[in-house]
């Protein structure tokens, strides 16, 4: 059973700061780790996903997560933040066999002040 | 990109009712998922349907669930009868393989 843990609830900053949005794992075999926003009153969008390789991986909107297999972690971070990414952003794990079902964490809400 | 729509957006039901949820996926996909999402909370996975089978669902998915998609049209999740603790937003995803898109959601208040 894969476990995700987004230990911050709430993270405030304002525009032009950095931010990293944590998400540590816990499994055993080979996982796929992805990164979803959801804006208010929408459905989750896909941000990335890590598998295998490089393991900084950057998606859209200048978003990029590193994965570390030591830490059991898969961070997200932004160098520059605009009021428009406040949003919940949702960690989420599946292991690489199965049926395509991700275990999401609890979600972080980032709040961006112009 | 690929947009999943939900019909209705909201709905409101007496307890002990019937309700459908209709999905319509990316035209493509093979892959369908339903979620819940009490509010505030995370979303919990449903059950997933590839197919036109079911191939995996949570502890979640209760008898009183049930989905189908008939010759492509819809993915529906069908709840019946409805209960208080089913009031939560349902949000549809479909995929070709990992990456999921996700509809909006319905709104479920069951009364």
């Known amino acids: 059973t894969q476990t995700v843990s987004q230990s911050d609830a709430h993270v405030t900053v304002f525009e032009g700061d950095s931010v990293e949005l944590r998400c540590n794992y816990s499994?055993?075999?080979?996982?796929?780790l992805s990164w979803y926003i959801q804006h208010h009153g929408h459905g989750l969008q896909f941000l990335l996903k890590y598998y295998s390789g490089n393991p900084v991986v950057q998606g859209v909107n200048g978003f990029e997560a590193e994965f570390s297999k030591s830490d059991s972690s898969f961070h997200l971070r932004k160098a520059s933040v605009h009021w428009s990414d406040s949003a919940v952003y949702f960690c989420?794990?599946?292991?690489?066999?199965?049926?395509?079902?991700?275990?999401f964490g609890k979600g972080t809400s980032l709040v961006v002040h112009p | 990109g690929p947009k999943v729509l939900q019909i209705p957006s909201h709905q409101i039901i007496d307890m002990g009712q019937m309700v459908t949820l209709n999905c319509d996926p990316v035209s493509n996909h093979l892959y369908f998922y339903w979620y819940k999402q009490i509010l505030g909370q995370q979303m919990e996975f449903l059950v997933n349907?590839?197919?036109?089978?079911?191939?995996?669902k949570s502890k979640l998915f209760k008898d009183q669930f049930s989905v189908e998609r008939p010759d492509g049209s819809y993915f529906t999740l069908k709840i019946q009868p409805t209960a208080l603790e089913d009031s939560a937003v349902y949000f549809c995803?479909?995929?070709?393989?990992?990456?999921?898109?996700f509809g909006p959601g319905t709104r479920l208040l069951v009364l």
């Open positions: 989420a794990v599946r292991n690489s066999g199965g049926n395509y079902k991700p275990t």
């Open positions: 499994y055993g075999g080979s996982i796929y």
């Open positions: 349907f590839y197919n036109g089978k079911v191939m995996e």
């Open positions: 995803a479909s995929s070709l393989g990992d990456t999921q898109y």
